[in-house]
């Protein structure tokens, strides 16, 4: 063992019916933890203090798991274009899109939401 801390997000505490894919970054973690931490790549959404945000800016509907510890190497990351977020479980494709309020926030953030 050895090597520095990275910073990553939480990968899923566990494989059960609990874990939702956010629908911006695709971010796969546990309802507990998106509501305790939020999303790492979507701070912006804010959903550990919104808690609403979790049911509108995730999904269960949400197919394929990788880990990806390190996107900026991996093929998977480079196919997903999931290499400038944070270390984590990313779900290979999600359903659904973004409310228009959710859209709105990425906006005025400066952040391009891209909709599958
Ligand atoms: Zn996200």
Redesign the pocket.
Known sequence: MGGGHHHAAQVPASLGRDLRA?L??R?VKTYDQFNKNG?E??KFFHMEQEHDRILECTTVNFSGLISSMDPTGSWAARWLRISKFVPGCYALAVSGVLNEDMQNICEDNNIKYVPR
Do not use: I, Q, T
Request: aromatic share 0%.
């Open positions: 956010c911006r970054c971010l999303c790549n979507c």
